[in-house]
C-alpha cells in the first residue's frame, strides 16, 4: 500500500499544482527590441483564453523630490530602478488565480501614482514582459517559459530615438545621451547576461511569425493538460487532507 498511496500522491500533487498555478509566460529584451509587437501577436493568437499583460514598466519606483531635479542623472535601466518585491508579489497572487491592482505607470511625471492601477482579474494564461524580468531569480522561477526578443542594437536604437522623440516628446539629445550613458551599459552588463536563462530565443520580435505560432501551440498544449485537472474535482479534498 505504501507505494501505491505514493505514487497516488505523486500524481494527484502534480494535478493539484497543474490546477492551481496559471502558466506564466515571461518576455524580457532590450528596450524597443519588439517585446510588446510578440506579446500582441501570442493575446490575438489565444484570443479564445483569457491573457493578462503584465508590465515591469508598472513596478518602477517613484522618483523623490531630489531625483527629479538631476532626472538625466536616473538610470532607469538598472534593475534597483524596479520594486520587484511589489512585482513578485503580483505575479504570485495571479498564478494562483486571485485578482490584484497594477500600478500604471507614467514616463512623463515619472511616478506610479498619477493614474488610478488597474485591476486585474484571475485568468488562464499570464504574460509578463520587461527588460529585466530575468534578473531575480525569484521572478524568473514563477515563469513556465522564458522568451528572450534579440533585435540588434541599431534597430532597437532608432527604434527608441523615434519612439522618444515622437511618443515620449523628448529631446534628441536627452534621448542619445541616456542611451550612451545607461541603456547601452545596462543592456551589456544586465539584460544581455540573463538571455542564457531563456527557453526560447526569437530574433527579429513580431515580425517572426514562426517563432509566435510555436510558442502558441505549446501554450495550447500546457493549457490542455490544465484542464484535465477538471476530471479530477476532489483533488483538493485529497489535498486538504494532506495539509492537515
Ligand atoms: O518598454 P521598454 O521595455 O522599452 O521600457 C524600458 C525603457 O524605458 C528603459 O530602457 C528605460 O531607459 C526607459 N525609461 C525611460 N524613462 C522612464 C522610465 C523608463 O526612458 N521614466
Request: net charge neutral; hydrophobic share 40%.
Amino acid at each position: 500500500t505504501t507505494y501505491w498511496s505514493k505514487a497516488v500522491y505523486t500524481f494527484e500533487v502534480q494535478f493539484i499544482e497543474l490546477r492551481l498555478s496559471r502558466p506564466a509566460l515571461g518576455v524580457a529584451g532590450g528596450a524597443a527590441s519588439g517585446k510588446t509587437p510578440v506579446c500582441d501577436l501570442i493575446i490575438e493568437q489565444l484570443h479564445d483564453q483569457r491573457v493578462v499583460l503584465v508590465n515591469q514598466d508598472s513596478f518602477y519606483y517613484n522618483l523623490t523630490a531630489e531625483e527629479l531635479t538631476k532626472v538625466h542623472e536616473y538610470n532607469f535601466d538598472h534593475p534597483d530602478a524596479f520594486n520587484t518585491e511589489q512585482l513578485l508579489r503580483a505575479m504570485e497572487k495571479l498564478k494562483h488565480g486571485q485578482a490584484v491592482d497594477i500600478p500604471k505607470y507614467d514616463f512623463k511625471s515619472y511616478k506610479n501614482d498619477v493614474f488610478p492601477a488597474r485591476r486585474v482579474n484571475p485568468s488562464d494564461v499570464i504574460i509578463l514582459e520587461g527588460i529585466l524580468i530575468f534578473h531575480d531569480p525569484r521572478v524568473r522561477d514563477l515563469m513556465s517559459m522564458k522568451i528572450f526578443v534579440d533585435t540588434d542594437a541599431d534597430v532597437r536604437l532608432a527604434r527608441r530615438i523615434r519612439r522618444d522623440t515622437v511618443q515620449k516628446g523628448r529631446d534628441i539629445n536627452t534621448v542619445l545621451d541616456q542611451y550612451s550613458k545607461f541603456v547601452k551599459p545596462a543592456f551589456d552588463d544586465f539584460i544581455l547576461p540573463t538571455k542564457k536563462y531563456a527557453d526560447v530565443i526569437i530574433p527579429r520580435g513580431g515580425d517572426n511569425h514562426v517563432a509566435i505560432d510555436l510558442i502558441v501551440q505549446h501554450i495550447r498544449t500546457k493549457l490542455g493538460q490544465h484542464d484535465l485537472c477538471k476530471i479530477y474535482p476532489n483533488l483538493y479534498v485529497i489535498h486538504s487532507t494532506f495539509q492537515v
